[in-house]
């Protein structure tokens, strides 16, 4: 998801700001078993402990929860709030919106399609699409499946404040994907397919239509049968409601005032394929060893995800999969980052440490610099061995 201005934000929830009793966050972290059987040296866990806790102490980040599998060990833990209104304690294993990260899901989901020969990443969209939608979709006929995978294909993006605002004003009514498919549809061309690199949610929410139409069943059934069960991911589902079930991080907004506002109870519908799973760190993290070790789809067809196009520039956006680097921490990363007003997620591997890292954070009305404050640390300890 695209960042949203804090400035929105408050006009859109001033009405309704709660104030928390837990202005900031001192709990110390929980911690809890990992996916693997070796938990990290305490001396170790004594350093990732206190990272955590610096970090919302520090950025005013109201939670975190965090999965590393390392080689060596694995470990599972949380720091802060869950939520800063009600005061509850962020714990391992809660769940959250991972946004944006959806979209790995999703091209993983396509791949899977390839290798069957179920279709071609070559293919024009117009072989999957009905007939009466590539006619309204600016080069319908000459965008390929490839190019909505890696956001070449010129149509644009939904008009996400649009959306919450509405959301927001009747939250027990969820926006369709249909209604932000044609706000992008209607707002194309950008330029021609192929010739420049625009980050756009409506190119997900088309592949889940070319999933359901390529698979024979629909694109919520395709991957929880071909990616969430052979990943062992049981706390990891499609969100297709405005409410998430069971303990999870509240996605929060702060307010000029300071105080926060829950809009757990907003998005999912309207981003089909394209942010809408709800999962755990520790699932995330099965879900990316699983993937990169082959066991969904073949170790060439995660190759061919990691090649970023020469359009995206320094975004290095691959097939639903970016490259990236960490300057502060002098890291390279894998994977894959999202957001929502109120909560962000990274999904990392770092091939130099061969290590997992996946972390939820609940209120991204934080600066993104102090949002990466938390991760550059982790990045640098990971690295190094120290912390300061």
């Known amino acids: 998801m695209s960042d949203i201005s804090c400035i ?39 350093a990732l402990q206190q990272i955590m806790h610096a970090g919302i102490h ?69 072989r999957w699409l009905p007939a009466d939608l590539v006619e309204k979709i600016p080069n319908g006929r000459i965008i390929t499946v490839r190019q909505l995978l890696d956001h070449t294909s010129g149509i644009a993006d939904y ?16 926006v369709t994907y ?9 707002a194309s061309p950008l330029y021609p397919p192929g010739t420049n690199f625009t980050y756009s949610n409506v190119n997900y929410i088309l592949l889940t239509l070319i999933i359901d139409n390529a698979s024979g069943v629909p694109y919520e059934n395709f991957v929880t049968r071909n990616i969430f069960v052979p990943a062992g991911m049981n706390d990891t589902f499609i969100q297709e409601t405005n409410h998430i079930p069971g303990p999870h991080m509240t996605a929060t907004q702060r307010g ?30 099965r879900f990316h ?18 090649i970023p196009s020469p359009q995206s520039g320094s975004m290095s956006y691959g097939l639903g999969y970016m490259n990236g680097f960490d300057a502060a921490s002098n890291v390279t990363t894998q994977g894959h980052s999202g957001g929502y007003p109120g909560s962000f997620t990274f999904l990392d591997y770092l091939p130099e440490q061969d290590t997992y890292v ?31």
């Open 8 to 46: 929105l934000i408050v006009l859109i929830v001033i009405a309704a700001i709660v104030s928390s009793g837990c202005t900031q966050p001192v709990t110390p972290p929980q911690q809890a078993g990992g996916m693997g059987p070796n938990p990290p040296p305490e001396e170790t866990r004594a």
């Open 58 to 126: 520090t950025t005013g980040i109201p939670g975190v929860v965090m999965d590393i599998a390392t080689p060596k060990w694995t470990w599972n833990s949380a720091a802060g709030n869950a939520s800063p209104i009600t005061c509850e304690k962020a714990q391992p294993g809660m769940r959250f919106l991972i946004a944006s990260v959806s979209k790995t899901f999703t091209s993983v989901a396509v791949q899977k399609l390839a290798e069957e020969k179920k279709l071609s990443l070559d293919d024009p969209i117009a």
């Open 159 to 174: 008009e996400e404040d649009s959306i919450i605002i509405r959301e927001y004003q009747n939250p027990d009514v969820p």
């Open 178 to 186: 249909q209604t932000a498919m044609w706000q992008g549809i209607n």
């Open 256 to 285: 000029g005032n300071g105080m926060f506002a829950d809009l757990s109870g907003l998005y999912v519908q309207f981003d089909r394929g394209a942010g809408d799973i709800v999962s755990t760190t520790a699932d995330l993290n």
């Open 289 to 306: 060893r699983a993937l990169r070790e082959g066991k969904l789809i073949s170790k060439s067809s995660f190759a061919a995800m990691e």
């Open 358 to 388: 996946a972390m939820n954070m609940n209120s991204a009305d934080i600066s993104t610099d102090n949002l990466k404050k938390i991760r550059t640390a982790l990045l640098t300890y990971l690295k190094n061995g120290t912390y300061q």
